[in-house]
């Protein structure tokens, strides 16, 4: 039986030489561990043998089964080995590689300048509303002073949806809605600041400095002792913030519908600081904006007393500032997003 047994072994390392790969192995593996394999009917005999051959034979069988065990799972360690390395191989990273260039997106210049102005106003108390671009034709003109028929209608060019809905001219639709809203409370101090900013929409011709659609923000603060100083510093103040220190402003009488007096802002030039140049057209100064107090008859139309509140109030274009700001020469640049545009202000706002 000793015989039989060595003989198991030698066929074992003749058998193992083919086999190849881990699930070979681990078959073969099965094989021999399996009730009926060589190894077990040998075993099975061992009760014909006498005590002493039985001690012989039981120590020798382990030898083997140790050894066929311990073959297949040297070999299949091996090949385990072998995979792993493998597989480092393949993974190993080439840190002579150029590496991927990840492309960060930038902000939007329109959008630069509506942060900008949005967080000067709400460190001076000012809330942020937002409103919508559809506007009823009562809260787009009619609460504004321009009842239907008005001449003053005719200063923006309209795009009607129906006889009762616009697309919004103005983001001063928002102060009339701001100000009805606040004759419905019953808080008695009526004080109220905010901007709204948004898309509004002309029919203007489309040229290098004008757009059918484009971007306000608007603000306005009504309360007891509102005077046009508040207004004069408020602006000056912004104004200084947006471009330089050295920003002066002055202010010339104009004319809106909702605000009496009224009065355009200009600035001194960005590009000649006052002195003189092709873009100021030799004035030394830029329109910037639009303002003024209240009109009386706007708070009246709006359900608040004149007598009691009134208000300052002011319209920004933001592509007017962000031209301004960053030199851009056309409107148009602001709405085609090309790519090689917006990626010139990477390095603003961050
Ligand atoms: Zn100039």
Redesign the pocket.
Known sequence: MIKRLNEILEEFKEKVKNYKTKEQLENLKREYGSKDSVLNEVLRNLKNASPEERKEIGIRGNEVKEEIYGTIGELIDKIKYKDLKQQLENEKEDISITGIDFKNGTKHPLNLVIEEISDIFRELGYDMVAGTEIESDEYCFQKLNMPIGHPARDMQDTFYINEKQVLRTHCTNMTARMLTQLSQTKIKEKNIAAVSYGNVYRRDDDDATHSHQFMQIDGFAVGKKISFANLKWTLEYMCKRLFSNDTEIRMRPSFFPFTEPSCEVDIT?V??NG???R??KST?W?EILGSGMIDPEVIKLNGLDPNEIGGLAFGIGVERVAMLKYGIKNIRDFYENDIRFLEQFKFFGE
């Open positions: 030039c590009n000649c002195s003189g140049c873009i100021c030394g830029i």
